[in-house]
């Protein structure tokens, strides 16, 4: 096997023996998950075979997000573009299947017995992947026009930047709490239903119906965009009400502080780049934010399941500088030369920000692989199958479970 370069960079010797006291706290309290989504995972579990391995599960669930998104890119690449109706009907599909095996990948893995650490991290690696990615095809749905752009901003910006506030609340709380309305249960059922409708009616369904004189995306953006707000109060009082606890020892301001610079450095280049972040750059600006998010949230995870303090410093600090640098570079620094010099910075903008796209994207895939290699090795388990020794067990489970099944029959 070979060896991820800097593989201690993000797990070291110190966080595999933190990984040996780690317990999984978490709670859904949504009535929609427990009277009508909980009983179809429970009979849809036992659909899987035994010998798969639940990160495997988890990874097919990205994977149906992951295509159904260069679906969508293919016909709309500007987010502007109308997609033929048929795609709408894969892209809720896909969704609705990986809500599905999103929730199927710990009951698999209870099931089998191969509960660990390196699930959870699995899990929430390919969650913070899936989360901007899903936001981008709902821009698409929309068909957003060009002068509400900022709404379409704001939207992606809001559903990543929750991402990041969950992980933040685990992370300061020892505790993963689902409220009675949250997205990754009527917030996904929600987008389903808009794919649909979209593949019923067309993208300018969205645009060129109104109500009360307002048009239908502005109403489905304000209600998205209000009750996500209220999730991030919510996360930000329990982090409150619980004392910043979890046993952590930076405060929870701290942590804070990167999404919230993210999003004023985001602002900030809208202001002052306009028509870049708006059209040609959209993509490109959203997916950066998405990833740095998805790095920020591995330095969560990995610092509260290892207990280790470095990982949350290198994992909030070094992937998030970029955008207070293309802040400031971009929409500061002009003002100070003269103004040929000024355009020609300006015009190195797009080129700036997809080589932070790029550099995110291979700090994250060295966080994925070392992390990986780290915990399996340590844990004596595989990422993606099953040893010999987890299949036994799993067997034995499933044997045990038939008996039981024969004696209350």
Not at 316 to 337: D, K, M
């Amino acid at each position: 096997m070979v060896s991820v370069p800097f593989s201690k960079l993000h797990v070291g010797d110190d966080g595999i023996e933190g990984l040996k006291k780690y317990k999984y706290s978490g709670q859904d309290l949504s009535f929609v998950s427990y009277y009508i989504l909980q009983p179809y995972w429970r009979w849809a579990v036992n659909l899987l075979p035994r010998t798969v391995a639940p990160n495997l599960v988890t990874l097919y669930g990205l994977g149906m997000i992951m295509a159904s998104y260069y679906l969508v890119e293919y016909f709309s690449p500007d987010c502007r573009t109308e997609v033929p109706r048929w795609v709408w009907v894969i892209v809720g599909l896909c969704l609705f299947g990986y809500q599905t095996l999103d929730a199927l990948d710990g009951k698999q893995a209870r099931r089998t017995g191969t509960s660990s650490p390196l699930g959870e991290l699995f899990d929430h690696g390919c969650d913070a992947v899936g989360t901007h990615l899903i936001s981008l095809n709902t821009m698409s749905a929309l068909m957003l026009p060009k002068e509400a752009s900022y709404w379409a901003v704001f939207y992606v910006v809001l559903l990543s930047g929750g991402f990041y506030f969950c992980a933040w609340e685990q992370y300061h709380t020892g505790t993963l709490t689902l409220g009675y309305i949250n997205g990754p249960v009527e917030g996904i059922l929600l987008l389903v239903s808009i794919y649909f409708a979209t593949a019923a009616t067309g993208n300018t369904f969205w645009t060129t119906n109104e109500y009360n004189g307002t048009p239908y995306y502005l109403w489905l953006l304000s209600i998205a965009c209000i009750s996500g707000t209220f999730t991030l109060g919510g996360n930000i009082i329990n982090v409150i009400r619980r004392n910043a606890g979890g046993g952590t020892t930076v405060p929870p301001i701290f942590t804070l502080l990167p999404v919230l610079y993210m999003a004023a450095s985001i602002a900030a280049l809208y202001i002052h780049h306009t028509d870049y972040v708006s059209g040609e750059g959209f993509r490109v600006v959203c997916l950066a934010f998405g990833m740095a998010v998805a790095n920020s949230c591995g330095g969560f995870v990995i610092s509260r399941v290892t207990n280790v303090l470095s990982s949350i410093m290198t994992g909030l600090i070094v992937p998030t500088i970029g955008f207070p640098v293309a802040a400031v570079v971009y929409t500061v620094v002009p003002s100070y030369l003269e103004p040929d010099a000024a355009v020609t910075l300006m015009s190195t903008l797009p080129v700036f920000m997809q080589c932070y796209l790029y550099v995110l994207s291979a700090l994250y895939i060295h966080l994925v692989f070392s992390v990986c290699e780290r915990i399996s090795m340590a844990c004596g388990i595989n990422v993606l199958t099953m040893t010999p020794e987890q299949v036994k067990v799993a067997r034995q489970m499933e044997e045990k479970e038939k008996e039981e099944a024969k004696k209350t029959a």
